[in-house]
């Protein structure tokens, strides 16, 4: 199979129909074998009907419902595991993004080597509430990330090599941050081309601000793990080691003083510093101890109730 379309998408009933039937034309004319599946993330609305009635018309649907809402890091990690194309292609289902990309996407990964393809929506036509929090989002993220030639990290229209999806794991909020996990997966051929954002033509925006600061919460907790994951003695032991020496240290020196006969009533602000720096470091180098035994890696934070499927 040439092509695998992953779509999440939460109460988006009204753009499923055009959204479908325009990938059906693009792939058709350009001869492509392929699949669509769609993750209902726990809709409220009646996407799973629409999806139910377009397979009748549409046998390359394949389709996912989620029991509850999950976030669409979920529900691109399921589209993942059950894609079985050997390029993946994924996208929003609000019809801002256009499936005339596909076949230049395609192209990229299977003609022109890359692992993973990113597009970047050059000129938007979202709210400036969502557009200026997005571009400071993104420059922060090229210089943590070390990937200085994206600039639209969490656009929802990429293509990926099979290989890449199949090797790592998306949780969380971790969506935005795939191009980072698949450089640290060892697919660092990462490209980027500027795609058509088209204007919402149905229902409405799921961004918040909440978004904003959780990508920045999850850009640490990304970064962190991967650095620290294996070895977190690397960084609570060398932190509680620095904390404990200055605070021995500090404490020493007033214990010397008592000794040789000093005074230490005009000291109790040192002798305060001294003992919180060197508990804290004794704290810290313990729960590295402790981090160290005990896996972070649950077998269960990527495992959904999935309420019906479509094959």
């Known amino acids: 199979m040439d092509i695998s379309v992953v779509i999440p998408l939460y109460n988006e009933e009204e753009s499923l129909p055009e959204l479908v039937s325009w990938i059906a034309r693009v792939m058709k004319e350009h001869g492509f074998s392929y699949e669509i599946i769609m993750i209902d993330d726990g809709s409220r609305d009646g996407s799973w009907e629409v999806i139910k009635a377009l397979k009748q018309s ?34 929003d289902a609000d019809m801002q993004d256009s499936p005339d990309e596909i076949p230049h996407l395609y192209r990229m990964i299977k003609e022109e080597g890359y692992d993973l393809v990113s597009g970047y929506k050059k000129k938007r036509f979202d709210p400036i509430s969502k557009t200026i929090p997005s571009k400071f989002y993104n420059w922060v993220t090229r210089k943590v ?3 200085p030639n994206l600039h639209d990290f969490n656009c929802g229209l990429k293509a990926y090599r099979k290989e890449v999806i199949k090797n790592i794991e998306v949780y969380g909020e ?11 997966a060892g697919f660092d051929k990462i490209g980027e081309k500027v795609v058509q954002h088209r204007p919402r033509k149905y229902g409405v925006t799921k961004f918040g601000l909440n978004r904003f600061v959780n990508g920045f919460l999850d850009l640490i907790t990304i970064v962190f793990t991967h650095r620290y994951l294996k070895q977190p003695m690397h960084f609570f032991g060398t932190w509680g080691v620095l904390f404990v020496l200055v605070g021995g240290g500090v404490l020493a020196y007033l214990a010397s003083i008592k000794l040789l006969g000093g005074m230490l009533g005009n ?29 972070r890696n649950s077998p ?3 495992e959904y109730r999935i309420k019906e499927k479509i094959e």
């Open 267 to 295: 000291r109790v602000p040192a002798l305060v510093f001294g003992t919180v720096t060197f508990l804290l470091g004794f704290l810290l180098f313990s729960t590295g101890l402790l981090a160290e035994l005990i896996s």
């Open 145 to 147: 990330s070390g990937i």
């Open 300 to 302: 269960f934070k990527n």
């Open 174 to 184: 971790m969506h935005r941050f795939i191009p980072l996990m698949a450089k640290w």
């Open 58 to 91: 549409y046998p390359a649907i394949k389709a996912i419902r989620f029991q509850r809402n999950y976030g669409k890091s979920a529900a691109l990690n399921e589209g993942f595991m059950a894609a079985e194309g050997k390029v993946v292609i994924t996208m």
